[in-house]
């Protein structure tokens, strides 16, 4: 009898279990913020082996002191261990206390634990001089002024970071620097929300604690400027008034006023551009008094000005 043999395909010796190791962090960041060490970090989303990386069983910071000469296995064994919450790969953000360095250098590295035991190879290292922590900015406002939001705060430090978040843009972004605790931030839209963030800092390494948010709408709710400097001279059967110019980006026009032998004052002239006018209705032997005010672009009119009399001949 002839046997039919079925063949099958060749398959090849079976692969080794995948060690699920963690890749190396290779972007740790470290910076003093108030009195806590804070450290960033990616854990990457492969395995060593190119796989997808899960989860993770733990991730652990170490913290210590520099050993001289450098022993990465002598340091591990005297820094302070603290596991960070992560349960995977993605951005990780974390605080500890800083208390016990202060005063010294420390050096911080992470690593991961894959979900089958098998420990990362250490991160890059970074180096963290320990200082007494930075006061937070106290009491931030922000106030709508012409054409601008201006931003103060109380602080004794000589540096400040102000950031700044747009509608409704969940994080803010580094918005400027200022050796002042003030800033005056131009950049704004009539009508637009901002959420302002401060802080003080000594370079990348060292920051306080973060205030705000301060909360503001940009409006445009302010006039211009009282005009000032008022004059009045007879002319040809006329007043000849001047004043000083206006120089407010917002400015449109002026309005002049007038009053006649202590009569009620009445508006003679409107939105004009020049900082004088010639009143050619005035009349011999009647004692005029005027005023003049700004108007800006959002139609908002100053106060006006002081008074000047005079009686024509």
């Known amino acids: 009898m002839t046997a039919l043999l079925s063949g099958c395909g060749y398959v090849g010796n079976p692969l080794p279990p995948a060690l699920d190791m963690p890749q190396r962090v290779t972007d740790l960041a470290v910076a003093e913020y108030g009195d806590k060490i ?14 997808a990386l899960k989860s993770v069983r733990s991730v652990d910071l170490y913290v ?3 050993t001289e000469p450098w022993d990465q296995s002598t340091w591990a064994a005297s820094a302070k261990h603290v596991v ?31 979900p089958k035991g098998k420990a990362s190879d250490w991160s ?16 931030l406002k922000a106030e709508n002024q012409p054409s601008a939001i201006v931003l103060s705060w109380r602080g004794n430090e000589s540096h400040y970071r102000i950031f700044r978040a747009v509608g409704d843009a969940p994080q803010p972004e580094m918005l400027a620097e200022s050796d002042q605790p003030e800033y005056r931030d131009t950049e704004i839209e009539n009508g637009t929300q901002y959420r302002y963030y ?17 909360q503001i709408t940009a409006e445009d709710k302010l ?4 005009p ?34 202590g009569g009620a004052f009445e508006k003679i002239a409107s939105l004009i551009v020049s900082p004088s006018y010639t009143d050619r209705q005035a009349e011999a032997g ?28």
């Open 38 to 51: 804070r450290v960033q970090f990616t854990l990457a989303p492969m395995t060593t082996e190119g796989l």
């Open 64 to 66: 210590g002191p520099s």
């Open 84 to 114: 960070i919450p992560a349960t995977g790969p993605g951005a990780i953000d974390h605080q500890i206390p800083a208390t016990d360095w202060i005063g010294k250098e420390v050096v911080v590295a992470v690593r991961a634990t894959g």
């Open 124 to 139: 890059n290292l970074r180096t963290l001089p320990v200082r007494p922590p930075l006061a937070a900015p106290a009491n």
């Open 198 to 214: 401060v802080q003080a800092s000594e370079g990348e390494l060292q920051q306080s604690e973060t205030a705000g948010p301060a």
């Open 223 to 226: 006039a211009p400027a009282t």
């Open 228 to 261: 000032a400097g008022l004059t009045a001279e007879l002319g040809t059967n006329s007043v000849e008034l001047s004043w000083e110019r206006n120089t407010d980006p917002r400015f449109q026009g002026y309005n002049v006023y007038r009053s006649v032998d």
């Open 286 to 313: 009647r004692k005029y008094r005027y005023q003049v005010s700004a108007v800006g672009t959002n139609a908002l009119e100053s106060a006006r000005s002081a008074i000047v009399e005079i009686t024509v001949q």
